[in-house]
């Protein structure tokens, strides 16, 4: 596989050069990194929460969006198609790498994950890009400074002028919209979790309903992941068998019917209390290439019309 920060730069140089239609600020640091605001201070939108999902996925996915309806009411959908799962998904988009520089806190997705190399699975799979330019897709309620740059740039052993800062609130349409990209993600991520082998999965084709924009933080991360454990579909075609293929979807997990402001609240927000299985899309359709094929879950759209607020 070639490099990862590659493809996603030319979709950071799509960004920049299209920023005003966008409505995404791009500025560069007093170091020379780039910051690229897709909802602190600047609204983005759909285009720009697409665009984002795109360079999470280092360009490895095709995203877009389409209009279908939740308990009646129409709402716009994402759909993420990938023929490189373990890359795209596993090695870039995933959500992995916590950011945490002084006062600044933040959640980091993207190929700059792959610089770093140091989560289980870029072992699994066998993969440490190589590359003098990276893209870190940051989930912050704040834009990240020199500071948080120059960190980056240490850990992916990049100059700091080479480093590019997607910052995004969950609570911001390009955060809705890039959550709702994350369908696809979550279900190959359970298999690796479970043991299946990620370069077995051979396509993922996924759909999950946009959440609307809530008012704080917690609530926006309460919505969007409702939107994919209460609304995700995935279906992954693989070419082997396995015997757990019925824990992917979300009804497996204990919490099945519980919308996930109340699974923090009972966690006190501390998410390494919150067992892994309740972070996983609705339904799912594993397709067994040559062999059978299983349907597991089941969406909930009465608590999706409850979580999103719908009237």
């Known amino acids: 596989m070639e490099s990862l920060n590659r493809m996603a730069i030319e979709l950071v140089d799509e960004a920049i050069d299209f920023a005003e239609q966008l409505h995404v600020g791009a500025f560069e640091l007093e170091n020379e990194a780039t910051v690229l605001d897709f909802g602190v201070d600047f609204d983005g939108g759909l285009e720009a929460g697409l665009l984002l999902s795109e360079i999470?996925?280092?360009?490895?996915?095709?995203?877009?969006?389409?209009?279908?309806?939740?308990?009646?009411?129409?709402?716009?959908?994402?759909?993420?198609?990938?023929?490189?799962?373990?890359?795209?998904?596993?090695?870039?988009?995933?959500?992995?790498w916590e950011v945490s520089v002084d006062d600044f806190e933040g959640l980091g997705s993207g190929p700059a994950r792959a610089l770093v190399g140091e989560e289980d699975v870029f072992r699994t799979i066998g993969y440490h890009d190589a590359f003098d330019l990276t893209?870190?897709?940051?989930?912050?309620?704040?834009?990240?400074?020199?500071a948080v740059a120059e960190h980056v740039a240490e850990l992916t052993e990049t100059n700091v002028e080479s480093v590019f800062l997607l910052a995004f609130p969950t609570a911001s349409m390009a955060g809705s919209v890039s959550m709702a990209a994350r369908a696809g993600e979550l279900a190959a991520f359970r298999l690796a979790e479970l043991g299946y082998d990620p370069l077995s999965v051979l396509s993922v084709n996924a759909r999950a309903p946009v959440a609307p924009v809530a008012p704080t933080?917690?609530?926006a991360m309460a919505r969007t992941n409702d939107a994919l454990a209460y609304g995700g579909e995935?279906?992954?075609?693989?070419?082997?068998?396995?015997d757990r293929f019925d824990e992917v979807a979300s009804t497996a997990a204990d919490t099945y019917g519980k919308p996930f402001m109340q699974v923090f609240e009972e966690n006190d927000w501390n998410f390494q209390q919150i067992p892994k299985d309740v972070f996983a899309p609705a339904k799912v359709t594993i397709d067994v290439r040559g062999g059978p094929t299983h349907v597991f879950g089941e969406t909930d759209e009465e608590l999706l019309a409850e979580s999103f607020d719908l009237s």
Request: aromatic share 4%; glycine share 8%; with cysteine.
């Open 56 to 96: 999470q996925t280092a360009g490895l996915a095709t995203v877009q969006s389409e209009l279908g309806d939740v308990a009646g009411a129409p709402l716009s959908h994402v759909e993420l198609t990938t023929d490189h799962p373990a890359y795209a998904l596993l090695c870039s988009q995933k959500a992995g």
């Open 135 to 146: 893209a870190l897709a940051v989930e912050t309620e704040t834009l990240p400074d020199e």
């Open 217 to 219: 933080e917690d609530e």
């Open 234 to 242: 995935v279906h992954v075609v693989v070419d082997q068998g396995f």
